[in-house]
């Protein structure tokens, strides 16, 4: 009876600590970052899909931005946010940008620009943040066609 109290409880602990894969629905803002001549500046928004009981502390940031396959900066996560369980959660982003990269970029694709011709912005990479103890990695692959106006 021991070992069959002792067993049912490991499984019930094992199944409270099993998280579900976390969705990223989208990327909201990229349409609305901004190019000046301190480079790209702005604010993302992933919407994301917690399927899991409980919330998701998000602690850090890997995330890559670029332009037409060419990587222009980094996504910064600027303070350690909770994603609330359920559909349609806001984990707020700062895009910090590097100028020489965002410079050749520029150079490339001058004459698109001008144009008001879509580039292809992406942000790639992952999100990293823990569970009741339990370390959750949250990937991230999204890309739009955006025009970007000078």
């Known amino acids: 009876m021991r070992a069959l109290l002792l067993w049912l409880s490991l499984l019930a602990f094992a199944g409270c600590t099993t998280l579900k894969p976390i969705e990223v629905v989208r990327v909201d ?12 500046g702005g604010e993302l928004a992933l919407v994301i899909n917690n399927s899991n009981p409980v919330a998701i502390t998000a602690e850090s940031v890997d995330l890559d931005l670029a332009i037409s396959g060419t990587r222009v900066g980094q996504v910064e996560l600027p303070y350690s946010q909770s994603i609330s369980k359920g559909p349609n959660q806001l984990l707020r982003l700062s895009v910090q940008t590097e100028t020489v990269a965002l410079l050749s970029v520029l150079e490339a694709n001058l004459i698109r620009f001008i144009a008001g011709e879509e580039v292809e912005v992406s942000v790639k990479g992952e999100v990293k943040g823990s569970a009741l ?5 949250i990937p991230v692959d999204s890309k739009q066609n955006i025009k970007i106006q000078l």
């Open 29 to 40: 803002g990229l349409g609305e970052l901004s190019i000046g001549r301190g480079g790209i």
């Open 133 to 137: 103890g339990i370390a959750v990695v």
